[in-house]
């Protein structure tokens, strides 16, 4: 199906033991063109992390699938970093204060592929489950440190959090704002379509694709971007949405909406939240 303007899933996983490259075909063949692609878990890799260069793995498997979806004609930027949820399992055989430099130090070296032009992006945020006071002072200042790494590269971060209203955007972007970064470079994934609160922090939200949220998104504007966190895991399958839902939805919105917004969501918002180009 060929479109006329870009269609962007800013949040995706790719799994070469899952789908892998079957999905990002699913995705093309619903008209999908670019894709931000974002690193799995160490642990769904089977890596136990000990020190930060474990992490490497991970960085050069996400490295490694980019290439091959840029071989099919889909666009694919890579965003690497630490999962937020790693703390609570590093805790298991770690001392916090251990787990805490330990995965600092895997957003330094995460950033060290951002400097050398092969990521355009870093991922961090908080644990989305409940945990207790220690390991969330510990998930935030980890946070921090990776607002401050893309305050020096002048690149976005991903963040993966609680489920957020406007007060924990508001503690974001006020925690953003102590390390420089430049707030439209902070990414709220797997956000809900709160584009104004957002537009009023300033910070941008990846507003997940289910069904109805494009529509509230739109009613507030058009300064967010589309995602669906599709997982890619054969347990799991379609979760969180399909690859091919973004495609789908936006073609059938756009006939509804017109094409205009769509190139805001799909060019002109992520090529300035993350310094690339997205061209068809």
Same mark, same amino acid.
């Given at each position: 199906?060929?479109?006329? #303007?870009?269609?962007?899933?800013?949040?995706?996983?790719?799994? @070469?033991?899952?789908?892998?490259?079957?999905?990002?075909?699913?995705?093309?063949?619903?008209?999908?063109?670019?894709?931000?692609?974002?690193?799995? @878990?160490?642990?769904?890799?089977?890596?136990?992390?000990?020190?930060?260069?474990?992490?490497?793995?991970?960085?050069?498997?996400?490295?490694?699938?980019?290439?091959? %979806?840029?071989?099919?004609?889909?666009?694919?930027?890579?965003?690497?970093?630490?999962?937020?949820?790693?703390?609570?399992?590093? %805790?298991?055989?770690?001392?916090?204060?251990?787990?805490?430099?330990?995965?600092?130090?895997?957003?330094?070296?995460?950033?060290?592929?951002?400097?050398?032009?092969?990521?355009?992006?870093?991922?961090?945020?908080?644990?989305?489950?409940?945990?207790?006071?220690?390991?969330?002072?510990?998930?935030?200042? %980890?946070?921090?440190?990776?607002?401050?790494?893309?305050?020096?590269?002048?690149?976005?971060?991903?963040?993966?959090?609680?489920?957020?209203? *406007?007060?924990?955007?508001?503690?974001?972007?006020?925690?953003?704002?102590?390390?420089?970064?430049q707030l439209h470079r902070v990414v709220k994934h797997?956000?809900?379509?709160?584009?104004?609160?957002?537009?009023?922090?300033?910070?941008?939200?990846?507003?997940?694709?289910?069904?109805?949220?494009?529509?509230?998104?739109?009613?507030?504007?058009?300064?967010?971007?589309?995602?669906?966190?599709?997982?890619?895991?054969? *347990?799991?399958?379609?979760?969180?949405?399909?690859?091919?839902?973004?495609?789908?939805?936006?073609?059938?919105?756009?006939?509804?909406?017109?094409?205009?917004? #769509?190139?805001?969501?799909?060019?002109?918002?992520?090529?300035?939240?993350?310094?690339?180009?997205?061209?068809?």
């Amino acid at each position: 199906m060929n479109c006329t #303007f870009p269609i962007t899933d800013e949040h995706m996983h790719i799994d @070469p033991r899952a789908k892998g490259l079957k999905a990002v075909r699913e995705f093309q063949n619903a008209g999908g063109t670019h894709i931000f692609l974002v690193m799995k @878990p160490s642990w769904t890799l089977g890596i136990k992390v000990t020190r930060p260069e474990d992490h490497i793995a991970v960085f050069e498997e996400t490295i490694n699938i980019s290439r091959q %979806i840029n071989e099919t004609g889909v666009t694919s930027f890579p965003v690497l970093g630490v999962h937020p949820a790693e703390i609570t399992k590093l %805790i298991e055989y770690m001392e916090l204060s251990k787990a805490v430099e330990t995965m600092k130090g895997g957003l330094e070296i995460a950033a060290g592929y951002v400097e050398k032009g092969l990521a355009v992006g870093l991922k961090s945020g908080r644990p989305h489950y409940p945990v207790s006071e220690e390991i969330r002072d510990a998930s935030n200042e %980890i946070m921090e440190h990776a607002f401050t790494l893309a305050a020096d590269l002048d690149c976005a971060v991903q963040l993966h959090t609680e489920s957020v209203g *406007e007060p924990e955007l508001i503690d974001i972007t006020e925690r953003a704002k102590k390390t420089g970064i430049q707030l439209h470079r902070v990414v709220k994934h797997y956000a809900p379509p709160l584009v104004s609160v957002c537009e009023g922090l300033g910070i941008f939200p990846g507003v997940l694709a289910g069904k109805g949220a494009i529509e509230e998104a739109l009613e507030q504007g058009t300064r967010f971007m589309m995602e669906t966190d599709y997982i890619d895991d054969p *347990e799991r399958p379609g979760a969180v949405l399909g690859p091919k839902t973004i495609p789908k939805r936006t073609l059938k919105l756009a006939a509804e909406f017109g094409e205009e917004p #769509f190139w805001k969501v799909h060019k002109e918002n992520p090529e300035k939240v993350y310094s690339v180009d997205i061209e068809i």
